[in-house]
């Protein structure tokens, strides 16, 4: 008897060791997302970033990825589900539930450090 929940024991640490977290898999899908990664443009934690600086005739312009760790989640799933073409923001084909854990990313990695 023993034994045997010895045996199962040691079966569940395994498979404990086998899968990653959710916050693991969360960060995964934000970096590498099926295309360019969230935090080329949005940053590490999604605090927004410059991403080109440009000069036209009235002069220098940023063209910004904005600050998405505040964005409430029906924004969020309307703009990762977007299809518009005229954005400087790629098209990302996730499911819900993949947006779901983007979101979770974002809200997750933010309250650790209490901004
Ligand atoms: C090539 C740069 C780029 C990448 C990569 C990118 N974004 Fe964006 N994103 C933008 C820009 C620029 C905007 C603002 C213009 C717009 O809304 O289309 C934006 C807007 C957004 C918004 C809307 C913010 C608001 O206030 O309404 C959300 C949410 C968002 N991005 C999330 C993401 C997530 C999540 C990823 C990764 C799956 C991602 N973005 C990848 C450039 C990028």
């Not at 916050?23 to 934000?30: I, Q």
């Given at each position: 008897m023993r034994i045997v929940l010895l045996f199962i024991l040691l079966i569940s640490l395994f498979a404990d060791d086998s899968?990653?977290?959710r916050?693991?898999?969360?960060?995964?899908?934000?970096e590498n997302?099926?295309?360019i990664g969230c935090q080329h443009c949005h940053g590490v934690k999604g605090e927004g970033s410059i991403i080109a600086k440009y000069k036209d005739k009235k002069g220098v312009k940023y063209l910004k990825a904005?600050?998405?760790r505040d964005v409430d989640y029906k924004r969020f799933y309307k703009k990762l589900n977007s299809r518009k073409i005229k954005s400087?923001?790629?098209s990302y084909f996730l499911t819900r539930s993949e947006i779901k854990t983007l979101y979770y990313?974002?809200?997750m990695i933010n309250s650790e450090d209490k901004r």
């Open positions: 899968f990653i977290t916050y693991e898999y969360a960060k995964m899908l934000y997302p099926r295309g904005p600050d998405i400087a923001m790629p990313y974002i809200k």
